[in-house]
């Protein structure tokens, strides 16, 4: 515990005061794997920005600042680690303790949740600068509404699919006050954005769509497709998660089994997850287990040649704010049948075959017009899916964007 | 030798029970208790917190592990004490058993062993298959004969996604003495298992005589709203997403009701409420005791739905065609084993969801008399084949048969 702290507050002795701050409110610390989210970071850095990320648990590292876990404690360690937060901020920034108290019963909280909250969030309220605070999806800032104003930064929160989708669900009326402190959204979809404003989202806040990118150097055939008379070689590259929607597309593949015997279709799922149980049996039960494998999670390398063996790419989610497995599909210059789950068709733009969601005969359908597909058709569409994904989801654009998405804060604070 | 063993037999042997859980599912505990009437019966199971109470006769031993850290620690400590006290504590077995995974897992292997030791049952009768890795290693200690029972999820789904379950079926399904399969589509999922098919027996689960004597409650003339019920934890397995799916068709023709007794509606079926537009329709509620089930399928219900994906035999669909209450329900598993399609209930298939709302449609669109009769016959047929003793008395002579292998084994 006394490790974690000197650790963390080690590294705020490096904080540059002149460049402008960004703190990154996560769960979990990105770890070196996660590219996308390193070379956002990075992308920030090289554009002049001070980058702090503020994570619940997981890894330490440069510019890292952990939770200190107080809620994961038994009950003697979190009196004695609250006992220590609270003192240290009231020594060393009794102004944003302050702030903090001040904003929190404004927004009708009681002594003991903002006491909770403050050593909860002691590690943002020690070590972040002014500037912005950025949080990673809405359900992290629900609860951290004050400490952005406590330090005297702009609020900022990031819509993603699941987050957005499901947390007003279970908590009806919950981001209420999260929509009255936040200065600036970004969503990775416009239907995201639609769904924020279903759920309260006023249209007074600014919102910047950005959306993740792809390795379109990466991604990119090696060998030109070759049909397979008569097969429908179709692959999903996706955890095994209830939304999504893998449990439709099979039963979709039993209706195309029996409307069309002619296709002789072949289906791979390449991912892992919990439903694994749930999918194989159904798979069993349709009777289709010879035809659908899962492999498992697989290296990047393995599902690009996944992709280069394959005839069309599935995604049937129920609930999918942006899928970069879509994308890199197209990126191989696969046709694409996907939902019309919030950012799905966006994803795939006018090139791809948008199905309504939790309708399995309908994909069947879908699956049958893409086995026949004429080869100049599939070729014209797929390589323009190809064109637009370069001029849209390119990395380099999506770094000037969010450079961009932070500019506001300079030299205003 | 035949002579002996079978005059052990006759003795009539003890039997442990390993329930997982305490207070646990009515159906196991009604078998218990009929068991008892002619047998010492022990039941071992780790406590729940729930609202159910027990259900155990009064010559039943309960051997309840407690859920907290210290109260395991004084359970194992005075289940030893018991041990010493009579002298049968044999440390170095035990030991050898408690340390096979490792320090780790030690404690619980110790909490798992115990009990069995205290009582030395001839005869444990694993209810869940998942337990059953265990049990067997519990043979090094001493010697007993092993039945399992063949229930739905742990036979017919849990293996394929777990391969290391799936070896551990194949290595100690052919070690088991007898099984107690719920219905023969479970059977043959356990022969495929390595179970040996002549120590099979199915043996029907059977319902209450009190239950079968209720009087049949007033069928509605007009099904307007139609009252559907479903009952049954939250489980993919349990199909409530089809259910779903098929309710946001036919609302569009339909005024229906759809009450599922579970409990609180997962993510995926919240999700499912919201993108259907069926808030209004469809209502979940927590989870009841089997009274308080009874009372709603007699008087708050139309039909009940049982929507799963796979079954063994669903036990609410046996007590909703004793109750009078006709069921429509998926054919899955044991389920046309149960159901006879149009003579005591409707089946439909789990993975079209325009089958399942066909199914309902016609329910609803049956006249007065077809439904009446079609409850009457689903009431008789219950009546003629699912009987609380007759899986009683099955139940005895599976017993029996254990037993009489158990010992040859050890000749």
Redesign the interface.
């Known amino acids: 515990m006394m490790r974690q702290w000197c650790v963390a507050r080690g590294k705020s002795s490096n904080v540059n005061a002149e460049k402008p701050f960004i703190g990154l409110v996560l769960a979990l610390a990105p770890r070196y794997s996660e590219t996308f989210l390193t070379a956002k970071v990075q992308g920030l850095r090289d554009n002049g920005y001070e980058v702090a990320v503020f994570v619940g648990s997981g890894e330490g590292g440069p510019g890292i600042y952990r939770a200190l876990g107080i809620a994961k404690s038994t009950p003697v360690r979190s009196v004695v680690m609250s006992g220590f937060a609270w003192t240290m901020l009231l020594l060393r920034r009794p102004g944003r303790v302050w702030r903090f108290i001040r904003s929190e019963r404004a927004l009708g909280r009681g002594p003991v949740e903002i006491a909770q909250r403050m050593a909860a969030y002691y590690h943002v309220l020690m070590h972040a600068r002014s500037g912005w605070l950025h949080f990673g999806f809405t359900a992290l800032a629900v609860g951290a509404e004050s400490l952005a104003s406590a330090i005297g930064s702009r609020m900022g929160v990031s819509l993603r699919g699941y987050d957005i989708a499901m947390y007003p669900l279970k908590h009806p009326g919950s981001l209420a006050d999260l929509w009255s402190k936040v200065d600036k959204v970004h969503t990775i979809s416009d239907d995201l954005t639609l769904t924020a404003r279903r759920h309260g989202m006023p249209a007074s806040i600014p919102v910047v769509k950005i959306t993740p990118a792809v390795d379109l150097e990466f991604f990119q055939r090696r060998t030109p497709h070759v049909a397979k008379e008569g097969a429908l070689r179709i692959v999903t590259v996706s955890r095994l998660h209830w939304k999504k929607g893998i449990e439709y597309v099979l039963m979709a593949l039993k209706e195309l089994s029996v409307a069309k015997p002619n296709i002789a279709w072949t289906y791979k799922i390449v991912g892992d997850g919990a439903e694994l149980e749930r999918l194989a049996f159904a798979a069993a039960e349709m009777g289709l287990s010879d035809r659908v494998s899962f492999s498992g999670k697989q290296k990047q390398e393995a599902v690009r040649e996944l992709y280069e063996q394959a005839d069309c790419c599935v995604q049937y989610s129920v609930q999918e704010g942006f899928c970069n497995a879509v994308l890199e599909a197209q990126a191989m210059e696969l046709p694409c049948i996907v939902s019309d789950a919030e950012g799905l068709p966006e994803n795939v733009g006018e090139d791809g075959v948008v199905v309504p969601r939790r309708q399995p005969e309908m994909l069947a359908n879908a699956l049958a017009a893409v086995a026949v597909l004429p080869v100049d058709v599939r070729k014209e569409k797929t390589l323009a899916a190809r064109k637009r994904l370069e001029a849209k989801f390119n990395v380099e654009r999506q770094r000037e964007a969010f450079a961009e998405f932070f500019k506001i804060n300079r030299g205003v604070r | 030798m035949t002579v002996d063993t079978q005059s052990r037999a006759d003795r009539v042997a003890s039997v442990a029970f390993l329930v997982g859980e305490i207070p646990c599912a009515p159906f196991i505990a009604a078998l218990i208790n009929g068991v008892a009437a002619r047998r010492t019966v022990i039941v071992v199971g780790s406590e729940r917190s729930g609202k159910r109470l027990d259900v155990f006769g009064a010559n039943v031993s309960v051997e309840r592990c407690p859920q907290s850290r210290l109260g395991r620690v004084r359970y194992a400590a005075g289940c030893l004490l018991r041990l010493v006290g009579r002298g049968s504590l044999e440390l170095e077995p035990l030991w050898r058993f408690i340390m096979k995974n490792g320090r780790r897992r030690a404690f619980s292997r110790l909490l798992y062993a115990l009990p069995i030791l205290l009582h030395r049952p001839e005869i444990v009768h694993v209810q869940w298959a998942k337990a059953l890795h265990r049990t067997m290693e519990l043979r090094e200690l001493y010697s007993f004969a092993i039945v399992l029972s063949l229930r739905g999820t742990h036979i017919?789904?849990?293996p394929?996604?777990?391969a290391e379950l799936l070896r551990e079926y194949q290595q100690d399904f052919p070690g088991v003495h007898a099984f107690h399969a719920v219905c023969h589509a479970i059977e043959a999922d356990a022969v495929a298992l390595g179970a040996l098919p002549d120590r099979i027996r199915v043996i029907y689960s059977g319902i209450d005589e009190a239950v079968l004597a209720l009087p049949l409650m007033q069928l509605r003339t007009e099904l307007r709203p139609l009252r559907i019920l479903s009952v049954g934890r939250i489980h993919?397995?349990k199909g409530y997403?089809r259910a779903l799916?098929a309710i946001?068709q036919l609302v569009r023709t339909y005024q229906v009701e759809y009450r599922i007794i579970a409990g609180s509606p997962d993510?995926?079926l919240?999700?499912?409420l919201?993108?259907?537009g069926i808030l209004e329709s469809v209502h979940f509620e927590p989870a009841m005791s089997q009274t308080e089930v009874m009372e709603q399928m007699r008087t708050k219900a139309d039909v009940l739905l049982v929507p799963s994906?796979?079954e063994g035999i669903a036990n609410v669909a046996i007590e909703a065609m004793a109750l009078g209450l006709p069921v429509v329900a998926t054919h899955?598993g044991g389920m046309p084993e149960l159901i006879d399609h149009g003579r005591t209930g409707l089946l439909c298939d789990?993975?079209?969801?325009?089958s399942m709302v066909d199914a309902l449609k016609s329910f609803a669109d049956m006249p007065l008399d077809r439904r009446e009769e079609m409850r009457t016959n689903a009431r008789d047929e219950i009546a003629a084949t699912r009987r609380l003793d007759g899986l009683v008395s099955a139940m005895q002579v599976l017993y029996d048969e254990a037993m009489v292998r158990s010992q040859r084994e050890k000749l």
């Open positions: 017919s789904s849990s394929l996604g777990d993919w397995r997403h799916d946001g993510d995926e919240l999700l499912q919201h993108d259907l994906m796979g899955c789990p993975w079209d969801v325009h």
